[in-house]
T-cell receptor, first 117, second 115 residues
Framework: GAVVSQHPSRVICKSGTSVKIECRSLDFQATTMFWYRQFPKQSLMLMATSNEGSKATYEQGVEKDKFLINHASLTLSTLTVTSAHPEDSSFYIC?????????????FGPGTRLTVL | AQSVTQLGSHVSVSEGALVLLRCNYSSSVPPYLFWYVQYPNQGLQLLLKYTTGATLVKGINGFEAEFKKSETSFHLTKPSAHMSDAAEYFCAVLPGYSSASKIIFGSGTRLSIRP
């Protein structure tokens, strides 16, 4: 299957700093990428849908100014957590969608563990 | 509204025993159904999926699931559990075929294997 990478895999930062997480589709082009957040022992919560060349669509309750998403190319989307605080500590997972075929299959990245001190 | 319900947040079985993880869904349109596995501090790995055709779907690592429309279920089974099967399992539904459809995840079931 298609491969999605995330960088970094783990990041620790001080409160008030901004952190950028990259999501790349390595062997395919992804018109649409998704960003999820996962709290310990919980399911994935969709934060936003990112379309190449346009503004991201955020889910209800997700602060767009807090979580900046950029999808500048068909293989790269970035999530920037601005002015991070301890409550932003979480596991962030991206997913890239392959368009066409029987259905639009999503492939998931390995996740990024963010710890805000 | 579309939804996914996984019965049992934690399932524990003995090594070699049958694994059964339950999943029921609600969808107003014909769904695509998935099971994913997540190991600690890792992303999701697709175990198997149902799109169309045969309702009994075989996946990786000896897992299989059967789509039962009348019961709106997509339970995951494996005849004989292995220690390496210990992980978190998520059932998911993709309602509809359009590009606007989004995957909806269940709350997850943690599978533990007893020696």
């Amino acid at each position: 299957g298609a491969v999605v990478s995330q960088h970094p895999s783990r990041v620790i930062c001080k409160s008030g700093t901004s952190v950028k997480i990259e999501c790349r589709s390595l062997d395919f082009q992804a018109t649409t990428m998704f960003w999820y957040r996962q709290f310990p022992k919980q399911s994935l919560m969709l934060m936003a849908t990112s379309n190449e060349g346009s503004k991201a669509t955020y889910e209800q309750g997700v602060e767009k100014d807090k979580f900046l998403i950029n999808h500048a190319s068909l293989t790269l989307s970035t999530l920037t957590v601005t002015s991070a605080h301890p409550e932003d500590s979480s596991f962030y997972i991206c997913s890239a969608r392959v368009e066409g075929g029987i259905y639009n299959e999503q492939f998931f990245g390995p996740g990024t563990r963010l710890t805000v001190l | 509204a579309q939804s996914v319900t996984q019965l049992g947040s934690h399932v524990s079985v003995s090594e070699g025993a049958l694994v059964l993880l339950r999943c029921n869904y609600s969808s107003s349109v014909p769904p695509y159904l998935f099971w994913y596995v997540q190991y600690p501090n890792q992303g999701l790995q697709l175990l198997l999926k149902y799109t169309t055709g045969a309702t009994l779907v075989k996946g990786i690592n000896g897992f299989e699931a059967e789509f039962k429309k009348s019961e709106t279920s997509f339970h995951l089974t494996k005849p004989s559990a292995h220690m390496s099967d210990a992980a978190e399992y998520f059932c998911a539904v993709l309602p509809g075929y359009s590009s606007a459809s989004k995957i909806i995840f269940g709350s997850g079931t943690r599978l533990s294997i007893r020696p």
